[in-house]
């Protein structure tokens, strides 16, 4: 007769899926960290940023990926007659080139098509970002399978809107360690009304920082604060295998409190995010707003995908009672080789 377990069916189901996806999280965390492969050099995005500093005048910068003394062969196309004001002016930056100059839109920019030459022949993204005079800002994504987008003559409220929902669901879709903090959470709090409670902690928290730091009203060096990130989830991962031996702390009796304070931190690191978009000037507050709630939505897809499938791996498997303990010793490692890349890259 199998014995029986002390965790509810809905813990042990999330300890399962969990240590997957911690463990898939690992091996990503140690392809990203690793500065000798070629690979892991393409998978940093490209940047190009277009400011329109007087009509028809325009500052370009591109920031390509580097490996060594090479960069990776990436150049900006425009499908109408745009004229060099300026030569291009080159500085590495050890993992990057920064490459500057000035343009003319003899034909006007708006409605012009830019591509990345070479994207598709790699394997990175690049975030293209035009700012006009008006205030209009537009931001899109590349891909090797799409390296080329239309700049629109104008955006209305609603594309202003969808836009950076867009955004805010992809950004917390890709950043692993907000997503694995979430999922840390959910293996302390095992009561859905505490869930909930915390959850929205978690949410109110990072929606401040979020608002203050993209406004310009506080500041955080970004490499400190993603140290911080990493270490947060560290700490949670050692209050799982506390709870699970049956010891009581503040993130145990009370996990929205400690959701709150990593909540701030959190949002930190997804204002980065944002800054780096940039912001209309016609359209700061909705843009702000739709990002937010972009976050929220990526946030809630993810919890959804964990309760699913929690739900579905109940019906098929018996689950070990040791699952949430292992569960917890994943994502420490992961944390903590976080944290050691993070601290080192301040340090040294």
């Known amino acids: 007769m199998r014995p029986r377990s002390s965790s509810t069916p809905l813990a042990q189901g999330l300890g399962t899926f969990v240590g997957a996806v911690a463990f898939a999280l690992f091996a990503l965390a140690v392809v990203a960290g690793s500065s000798v492969t070629a690979a892991a050099h393409e998978i940093r995005p490209a940047y190009l940023d277009i ?26 196309v425009f499908s109408g007659k745009v004229a060099a004001i300026t030569p291009v002016v080159s500085r590495p930056t050890g993992d990057a080139m920064i490459q500057t100059w000035r343009v003319r839109a003899i034909e006007p920019l708006a ?54 929902v867009h955004h805010g669901i992809e950004h917390i879709l ?22 909930v409670k915390t959850i929205t902690a978690f949410t109110v928290a990072h929606s401040i920082t979020l608002t203050l730091a993209t406004l310009g009203w506080v500041a955080v060096p970004s490499t400190p604060m993603e140290a ?11 209050e799982i295998v506390r709870k699970e031996r049956g010891q009581s702390s503040l993130t145990i009796t009370s996990p929205w409190v400690v959701a709150f304070a990593f909540g701030l931190l959190h949002g930190f690191g997804f204002a980065g995010a944002l800054l780096d978009l940039g912001l209309p000037r016609g359209d700061i507050p909705l843009a702000l707003l739709s990002f ?57």
């Open 292 to 348: 937010n709630i972009g976050v929220e939505i990526g946030q809630l897809l993810f919890i959804a995908a964990i309760l699913l499938a929690v739900h579905s791996i109940r019906r098929i498997l018996a689950i070990p009672r040791q699952a949430i303990v292992a569960s917890a010793y994943v994502i420490g490692t992961v944390a903590a080789f976080w944290s050691i890349e993070r601290l080192d890259s301040i340090f040294l």
């Open 174 to 195: 890709f950043g692993f360690d907000h997503l694995l903090f979430v999922a840390a959470l959910m293996l302390i709090v095992r009561e859905w009304r505490v869930l």
């Open 51 to 76: 400011r329109e500093d007087a009509p028809g005048e325009f500052s370009v910068l591109l920031k390509t990926p580097m490996q060594g003394d090479a960069r990776l062969a990436l150049a900006a």
């Open 228 to 238: 911080m990130i990493a270490l947060s989830i560290l700490l949670l991962a050692t």
């Open 111 to 164: 409605g012009q098509r830019v591509a990345i030459d070479g994207l598709r022949s790699s394997m990175t993204d690049a975030l293209v970002r035009v700012e006009f005079t008006d205030g209009g800002t537009w931001v899109e994504r590349l891909t090797p399978s799409a390296p080329e987008a239309a700049i629109p003559a104008t955006l209305s409220t609603l594309e202003v809107a969808a836009t950076y």
